[in-house]
């Protein structure tokens, strides 16, 4: 019943919005002698769409305006009705030249000017009568997104998509890479705007920045994507080649400690068919030092555990993939795309541990040696269909995807007794391993429609199913008298399913004097089943949610815009959080899930300006707001057993309060600097069993990258950021500070480009924490190796880059150049 509900409730909203959006389209009466003009705007070094750029038309008489209007995010313009005369037409946006298009007559012979495509320049100056264009800015601010251009950063080259991340404000990558987007590390990442069979850090650690074209950052999305995720969405854009014949590009990659990289990129187009292939390979490692002290407070003593060792971190991945395009006419293109890889993530450890109680009744020291695989096998095929009704934006998109993902984990722990100066007295004393299998299946359509209406207007509608299976079967074994044998309470087999049905609509509209607004809502109906395999007990969600979007812009001239917004959004548990079985990770820690977790909702606020000074410089600000309520937190129980227990739990909630700022300054023809940071509130509320939690403090952040230019051919780049004390649930979260300096030499008129790299300059970067419970005290320290070298080199085949050629009236090929 509540699947036809919420179909019928989707049908009601689809109608009504599309009645809405027909009844309030502008009627006029018809005119005499009226022509049009239109066209679509450019970024002529980066071939994107301009969006929001000014268009406005002067009257060539008397240099009077007549009309105007904004391109849309296609960056495409139309104006109707403009009396037959002749016109001077101007184009212009934040961080652009103007363009100015002369003596445009309308009369009845030629009553309508359509501009195929208008280029627009990035800034330039003049340096010893040779013109140096700028280049494509490190950050792009849009109406609902941020866009991280990754060719600019040379300090992740040879790297991942986590890498390039870490300078940006909302962003934060920790020591052992895993990243969160305003302090969460709930978020979702798609990979061309699809989803992806790896989630979260995981995936941003196998996308080789090599072949990325840009990051775009998404904190409101609006209700046509998935509401998924904390603090919202992380888009990765490939690159892609779109000249004819073959072309590639070649990335290899080698660092100190062991560290290896290699993708390849490889595109054939001919006429109506683009064929990609790609291979992608990673093997790094990470060198770290951890320190720990943990104090356990009974009624007449306290029990310590000191402990200290080395970890080496190893990332691996390998993966193949292949993409086939077909464009049956220019209306209509038939997609297809297929990966195949393999990811390893693989901890060695030793930990020499020193535990005693004071008053002195137990003193033990022992050598544990940890191994923790984490292996998987994947693959990932979708379909995707596109068709354009007309060239006035009308259009349909349909998609459907499948993904299978098997993996298999391996814990062993061997732990011997040591004398005080650690050396081993004798053969281990206990010895256990764990298995975990599990394998998941991913499965969704969707559907995604777009109506144009009045002038600069849009209706878009859809629909999306999405279908999760999992399930997962857990055993420990442990060493006794030479035969492993399988311990019964830390065995489980688990099940896990959901599915989703969605259906959204929203509203865009762009009026001529810069101001434009996007409203959306979409309904989701879910259901949820976690259980145990063959058991009769099953954990269900069914349940009904909605989730709007508003976005408002407002362009006052070409050096300032203001951006409002708000979104719902869902963080819903993952798989492990609610496995309601007891798993072993050492002798002094546990997991266990809690099967009956809520998920997270969200309600976040943003505004933001955008300022562009002179020529040389831009500033970006933008104030947030999100209340997380039923917030999920991990935290530490302690037992009488002696060891203690990670789990998840809700607690009320936690809010953020902030300011992230961004300057971009040209400070000379060579120099520039980009300094950034973000300051903010945070607050969490709620309690932990019988414990009222009540935390708050100010945390910042700042960053500061620099670039000099030596030539157009080689650059010196350096960043460096510092991230603030956070509190947790449980403690707090001390600063630290990083820094990176790379080199950039471009070779062989840019075919080819070489970079040396130094990261963590100073041995500063690590996780210093403090973790308090009732009757439980522990401070952890760990730090990362320092100055990692890494040398870097990229071919490029037939120089792959993207190369756009328009038509003439004849059907001729020609450049269009203003």
Known sequence: MKRIRIMGMALCLLFALNIHAKTNMPVKEPMEAAGKISGSIIDKQSQLPVEYANIIIIKA?????????????????????????????????????ELVLKDIVLNKKSPQKIFDKLYLNQASTQLEGVEIVAERTNYEYKIDKKVVNVSQDATSTGGTAADVLESIPAVEVDIEGNVTLRGSSSFTVLINGRPSVLEGSDALQQLPVDNIKNI???????????PDGTAGIINVILKKQNQQGFGGIINLSAGSRDKYSSNLLFNYKIKKLNITAGFDYRDDKFHMMRESERKVFADNSTSHINAFGGRIFNRKGISGKLGIEYSFTNQTILGFNAKLGESKFVIDAENFTHQFTDPATTNFYRYSQIDMKREADYYELDLNLHHKFDDKGQQIDFFVYYSKRDGEDLDSSIETETDDKWVLQGDPYYSNRGFELGDSKQYRAKVDYVKPFASNGKFEAGYQLRINKSDEDYDLEELVSGNWVSNSLYKSNSEFNRDIHAVYAILNKNSKI??????????????????????????????????????????????NQFILSYSRRINRPRGRFLDPFLSYRDENNRWLGDPGLKPEYIDSFEFGWNHQIGRKANLNIEA??????????????????????????????????????????????????????????????????????????????????????????????????????????????????????????????????????????FKTMGRDMIITGDGYWEHFDMTREARTVKLSFSYKINNFKMKKQERNGNGEQMDMDF
């Open 216 to 226: 775009e950052i998404i904190t409101n999305p609006s209700a046509k994507y998935d």
């Open 61 to 97: 008489n008397d240099k009077q305006m007549l009309t105007g209007t904004i391109s849309n995010e296609k960056g495409k313009f139309t104006l109707k009705d403009i009396p037959f005369g002749k016109y001077t037409v101007k184009i212009d946006f934040i961080g652009y030249e």
């Open 514 to 559: 810069g101001f434009g607004y996007q409203i959306g809502l979409r309904g989701e109906y879910t259901k949820r089943e976690t259980g145990v395999k063959d058991a009769t007990e099953v954990y269900t969600i069914d349940r009904i949610d909605l989730f709007p979007s508003i976005h408002f812009s407002q362009q006052l001239d070409k050096h």
């Open 624 to 761: 947030y707001y999100t209340i997380t309520n039923d917030m999920i937190s991990r935290i530490l129980t302690n037992t009488n057993e002696g060891y203690v227990i990670h789990t998840a739990t809700n607690i009320d909630k936690d809010k953020s309060l902030g300011l992230e700022a961004m300057l971009k300054w040209d400070l000379s023809k060579k120099f520039n600097i980009t300094l950034s940071g973000r300051l903010y509130k945070y607050k969490i509320e709620g309690g932990i069993g019988s414990t009222t939690v009540n935390q708050e403090s100010t945390n910042w952040r700042a960053n500061l990258n620099t670039t000099y230019k030596f030539s157009k051919h080689s650059r010196l780049q350096y960043k460096m950021g510092y991230r603030g004390t956070t509190v947790t649930a449980q403690g707090e979260r001390k600063g630290f500070f990083t820094s990176d300096i790379a080199y950039k030499q471009d070779l062989w008129k840019k075919k080819a480009s070489i970079t040396l790299q130094v990261q963590n300059l």
